[in-house]
């Protein structure tokens, strides 16, 4: 059984920064992608960035330049660091993990960009 454990959100000021985590438990036989996207109320899910296995990342274009993804293999973990926050970054952040042929998802984190 696959299970994704968020943490790291909370409230920051614009520019500010946070690291978002999560953690896989669980077999990690056929994964290729972990990633993370977000959702603001009354808006479809967003992808924000990818990493795949091999390490090769994507991001959306809104966040390139001040968003990062990385993995730490050791502890199946998926990072996001986030810095120049935005007010339009609000949003809760969801972590994702696609195998071969399953998809799984985190419980998300909130992320609010206020001064």
């Known amino acids: 059984q696959v299970q994704l454990v968020e943490s790291g959100g909370g409230l920051v000021q614009p520019g500010g920064s946070l690291r978002l985590s999560c953690t896989l438990s669980g077999s990690i036989s056929r994964l290729l992608v972990m990633g993370w996207y977000r959702q603001e109320p009354g808006k479809q899910r967003e992808l924000v960035a990818t990493i795949t296995v091999g390490g090769t990342t994507n991001y959306a274009e809104s966040v390139k330049g001040r968003f990062t993804i990385s993995r730490e293999n050791g502890k199946n973990t998926v990072y996001l660091e986030m810095n120049s926050l935005k007010s339009e970054d609000t949003a809760v952040y969801y972590c994702?993990?696609?195998?071969?042929?399953?998809?799984?998802w985190g419980q998300g984190t909130q992320v609010t960009v206020s001064s």
């Open positions: 994702n993990a696609r195998f071969f042929p399953a998809v799984y």
